[in-house]
């Protein structure tokens, strides 16, 4: 089934674990852990069913990212297609079978888990570009027919997602291979004319989005003109957030959290809860993880040969940050909410194991950096 050598490696279990990148293994721990005290405050100070359900994943998929890391890059290299396929006909499955929540139908029910596949595209998409960049010279790269596949590659999923329809992860899966694309060394004018593009169709793909889509775009430019209702999530967001200070109110002090002001507390809104709680100084805490996060992974792209390593660490790196950037410029009322959850710190099976996948593939480009793809 598997390529000889394709798992295995040279190096040894003990070796492996003194090749793991410390100050990644743990900045996502210590993040893990702060998402314990969080989910914790979400149930009421109480262990309840989001905080037990919450460390049982991250335990189990903090020991995937471990065990994924012990494969070798040449693994992902050779069924990266595979995995992009898989991951499409879950996504097909999901518009005919799928579990259906508050209007979206994004889940397949496993029976141990409600798997949302567009989650696991996030990762999919890198690992189908990359691979695809690693076999084309760079002077190909900017050739038209060279072109035609990324973007169906791109475009099926985001199609599929926007469907659901859940605008927020189409978005980020079609910014996951975007960055491929631009690291590859695609230039400039292509994404201008895509703009372009982007722009006339945008009156026309309005007029299909649902009446709660365009309530949010219309809040986002105008929070106050429903302040009870599109607007409510946003604004009681703000006060949360400004009422924490630069210490906070203190760990399950946070009155609009405690009094249920703010809902999607445990999800979307996790950040806005642990700012109250812990302020100005907290939030620069969990801000700074991701950064250092994001900077390893940018570094271990540093240290590897290979061109599908590189594209896979520095891909990832980039969205990584994106999707904390999108989530908190949301719950900031930057940008207008679409539901994208922060990364490990958010209540959710899914994200968690698709953040969980692809860092360790990045710990893996690492670990195996000096045994080339073949």
């Not at 990584?320 to 940008?335: D, T, W």
């Amino acid at each position: 089934m598997f390529k000889p050598g394709s798992i295995q490696s040279h190096l040894s279990i003990r070796e492996k674990i003194l090749s793991l990148d410390l100050i990644l293994f743990f900045s996502v721990l210590t993040l893990g852990i702060i998402s314990f005290f969080a989910m914790y405050s979400t149930d009421a100070g109480e262990f309840a069913y989001h905080t037990k359900s919450h460390i049982i994943r991250f335990i189990v998929f903090f020991t995937l990212f471990i065990v994924i890391s012990f494969f070798k890059t040449n693994f992902w290299y050779n069924w990266s297609i595979l995995v992009y396929l898989g991951i499409l006909i879950l996504l097909i499955l999901v518009k005919y079978f799928g579990l259906t929540s508050s209007g979206s139908q994004r889940w397949l029910n496993l029976y141990f888990l409600n798997l949302q596949p567009s989650e696991l595209m996030k990762v999919g998409l890198i690992l189908f570009l990359a691979k695809y960049y690693h076999r084309i010279s760079s002077s190909d790269v900017n050739k038209i027919k060279f072109l035609i596949r990324p973007i169906i590659a791109l475009i099926i999923p985001v199609i599929l997602v926007i469907t659901q329809p859940d605008l927020g992860t189409a978005f980020l899966i079609a910014i996951s291979g975007a960055v491929v694309v631009w690291l590859a060394g695609v230039k400039m004018k292509f994404f201008a004319y895509l703009s372009v593009i982007f722009l006339a169709v945008a009156p026309i793909a309005i007029s299909f989005l649902k009446p709660y889509q365009k309530s949010r775009i219309l809040t986002f430019i105008d929070p106050s003109r429903d302040p009870l209702g599109a607007g409510y999530q946003i604004t009681q967001s703000k006060i949360a957030i400004g009422s924490g200070g630069l210490f906070g109110k203190g760990f399950l002090n946070g009155s609009q959290s405690y009094l249920d002001y703010l809902p999607e507390k445990h999800t979307d809104f996790i950040f806005t809860l642990f700012s109250e709680e812990f302020g100005f100084f907290g939030s620069c805490l969990v801000l700074g993880l991701y950064i250092l996060i994001t900077w390893r992974m940018v570094a271990i792209g540093n240290m590897v040969r290979e061109t599908f390593s590189k594209l896979f660490c520095y891909s990832f790196a980039t969205a990584f940050f994106v999707y904390v950037a999108v989530n908190m410029g949301m719950v900031l009322g930057l940008i207008p909410i679409v539901g994208a959850p922060l990364p490990i710190l958010s209540y959710g099976g899914s994200s968690m194991m698709a953040m969980m996948f692809g860092l360790g593939i990045v710990m893996g480009c690492k670990i195996h950096r000096d045994h080339p793809l073949g």
